[in-house]
């Protein structure tokens, strides 16, 4: 049944300030809107239970890509067709760049944003497997001041997020030191496009003298939220990649990992899948560090 318009309050007060005003008066009451792609269906499915929203799209301060030396900042509020049209995005956090062109249609990529996939929480969400492997660190803002957690720290539970009820979600911080890592990102799903993920792996790795000094997995659709495989990280951490390695990750990876059974797929076949995944990844990182 879809929803009544009437039952519904929209504002839009057009400045940062004004919302986390808004939100610091009745911590609880307002619900962001960004883009709406989540919202939006919501309504139209008659699901919208927030009486109050506040919209967030149109505010500069919430959709600006800043670049320094060391990291890249983006606001929550920008969208993945931003993220796939700048080109520093593409050149250092390629991962990122990809993630962006799976979300949707292209007109699902002009409104749906970066903040709103990670605050909705779902697990098989897009972006979140690129923004683990990178270690993405996830800044709040309310009126109170800024925080700063780990991204892996963010999700709490399906669907739930460490947010307090003032805070939005300001900025995604991403470091620039990635050059010399292996990069990895593969979404398994039932079509090349507009498909939710059965399963997805983002990786990154350095090897130095034949042993695996860094090592990110994250995963989508393996767990009730996005998570970061650690576990299996550190069945690789400091080791050479020999096969008896690579079969004690997976197995790792095997005991860590827990998906359900949906509409989408199994959790039988996801857990196959993501350890195919795994070996691809670490084959691939083999062969890298066999070219001399
Ligand atoms: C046709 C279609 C296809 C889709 N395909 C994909 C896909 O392939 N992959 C994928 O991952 N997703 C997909 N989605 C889901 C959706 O587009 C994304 O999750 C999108 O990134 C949500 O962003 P938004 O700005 O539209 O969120 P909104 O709908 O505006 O908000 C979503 C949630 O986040 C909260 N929120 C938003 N911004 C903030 C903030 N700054 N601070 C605090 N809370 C905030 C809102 O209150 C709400 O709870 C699809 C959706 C549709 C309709």
Redesign the pocket.
């Known amino acids: 049944m879809r929803g009544n318009a009437a039952i519904h309050d929209l504002v839009a007060p057009g400045t940062l300030g004004a919302v986390l005003d808004l939100l610091a008066a009745e911590p609880g009451a307002w ?11 919501a309504f139209a499915a008659g699901r919208l239970t927030a009486p109050k929203l506040v919209s ?1 799209w149109g505010i500069p301060d ?1 959709r600006a890509i800043e670049v320094a030396p060391q990291s890249v900042v983006i606001g ?2 920008t969208t993945f067709l931003d993220l796939r049209r700048h080109a520093l995005i593409a050149a250092d956090l390629p991962l990122l760049a990809k993630a962006a062109g ?3 249609s292209i007109a ?1 990529q002009g ?3 970066l ?3 990670l ?2 929480g ?1 697990p ?4 979140s497997p690129a923004l683990l492997a990178y270690d993405a660190e996830i800044e709040f803002i309310s009126v109170r001041g800024r925080r700063r957690v780990p991204y892996s720290e963010f999700h709490t539970a399906y669907k739930r997020n460490c ?1 307090a009820p003032d805070e ?2 300001y900025a995604i911080h991403l470091p620039r030191r990635f050059a010399r890592h292996n990069q990895y990102l593969r979404k398994v799903g039932t079509r090349r496009a ?1 498909a ?1 993920a059965k399963v997805a792996l983002g990786a990154i790795a350095l090897l130095e003298n034949g042993r695996i000094r860094e090592i990110r997995l994250g995963a989508a659709s393996l767990a009730p939220y996005p998570m970061r495989l650690m576990q299996t990280e550190a069945a690789l951490l400091g080791r050479s990649l020999t096969d008896d390695t690579i079969q004690s990750a997976r197995r790792a990876l095997l005991a860590e990992v827990k998906p359900i059974d949906d509409i989408r797929s199994t959790a039988d076949y996801r857990r196959r899948v993501a350890a195919n995944l795994l070996d691809e990844f670490l084959l691939q990182l083999r062969r890298v560090e066999a070219v001399p």
Request: hydrophobic letters at 55%; charged letters at 10%; aromatic letters at 2%.
């Open positions: 619900t962001p809107i960004a883009g709406g792609t989540e919202v939006m269906v967030l919430l929550a509020a799976w979300i949707g699902n409104r749906a944003t903040g709103g996939n605050v909705n779902s098989a969400a897009d972006s947010l939005l979600l507009m939710i």
